[in-house]
T-cell receptor, first 114, second 116 residues
Framework: DTAVSQTPKYLVTQMGNDKSIKCEQNLGHDTMYWYKQDSKKFLKIMFSYNNKELIINETVPNRFSPKSPDKAHLNLHINSLELGDSAVYFC?????????????FGEGSWLTVV | AQSVTQPDIHITVSEGASLELRCNYSYGATPYLFWYVQSPGQGLQLLLKYFSGDTLVQGIKGFEAEFKRSQSSFNLRKPSVHWSDAAEYFCAVGIFPSGGSYIPTFGRGTSLIVHP
């Protein structure tokens, strides 16, 4: 009954490869996010979708491409992986795109690029 | 643009001691204010949030936070820390944007270390 689930939890891959991280939420929320957490624990928002529509696209290399097939899913595809992409990627959701809404996070996907 | 500052990168306390984690925000009006906790290897979980009303907010796991408008602060407190409280703590703010899309803003986090 996990609210926000993302797979895989751990991913080790070589530079230049393409990989995807999948995310699903069963909370019925309208809004989903991808965050990147670096080694210093800093959380940076990458993308936000509202009802399958891209709302926020922060300064992220275009090697990162989100896809939302429906409002319960938001996948992240990364092309031509680089060493600097190593981080923890969190999927999250909130009921709506409003400042008072709580954000519910998945457990994270640990990406290591070697 | 709004910002949130957590001045302390690391805080070390002994088990059973009291705890206060600092958070300051920069915004003209009162924003929504949140504290989240991230246990090792886990995602973030909401501890408590505030927008209006009583300035002392109770949360889960025995945590509370006090909003002080004059100091633009929303500090997190716990009277007696348990070893299981060792985690990363994030303060976050939410405001209605004057233009553009709403972006949840997180502080850089404070790492709590608990000594036995």
């Amino acid at each position: 009954d996990t609210a926000v689930s993302q797979t895989p939890k751990y991913l080790v891959t070589q530079m230049g490869n393409d990989k995807s991280i999948k995310c699903e939420q069963n909370l019925g929320h309208d809004t989903m996010y991808w965050y990147k957490q670096d080694s210093k624990k800093f959380l940076k928002i990458m993308f936000s979708y509202n009802n399958k529509e891209l709302i926020i696209n922060e300064t992220v290399p275009n090697r990162f491409s989100p896809k939302s097939p429906d409002k319960a899913h938001l996948n992240l595809h990364i092309n031509s992986l680089e060493l600097g992409d190593s981080a923890v990627y969190f999927c999250a959701s909130s009921p709506r795109r409003l400042p008072g809404n709580t954000i519910y996070f998945g457990e994270g996907s640990w990406l290591t690029v070697v | 643009a709004q910002s949130v500052t957590q001045p302390d990168i690391h805080i070390t306390v002994s088990e059973g001691a009291s705890l206060e984690l600092r958070c300051n925000y920069s915004y003209g009006a009162t924003p929504y204010l949140f504290w989240y906790v991230q246990s090792p290897g886990q995602g973030l979980q909401l501890l408590l949030k505030y927008f209006s009303g009583d300035t002392l907010v109770q949360g889960i796991k025995g945590f509370e936070a006090e909003f002080k408008r004059s100091q633009s602060s929303f500090n997190l407190r716990k009277p007696s820390v348990h070893w299981s409280d060792a985690a990363e703590y994030f303060c976050a703010v939410g405001i209605f944007p004057s233009g553009g899309s709403y972006i949840p803003t997180f502080g850089r986090g404070t790492s709590l270390i608990v000594h036995p």
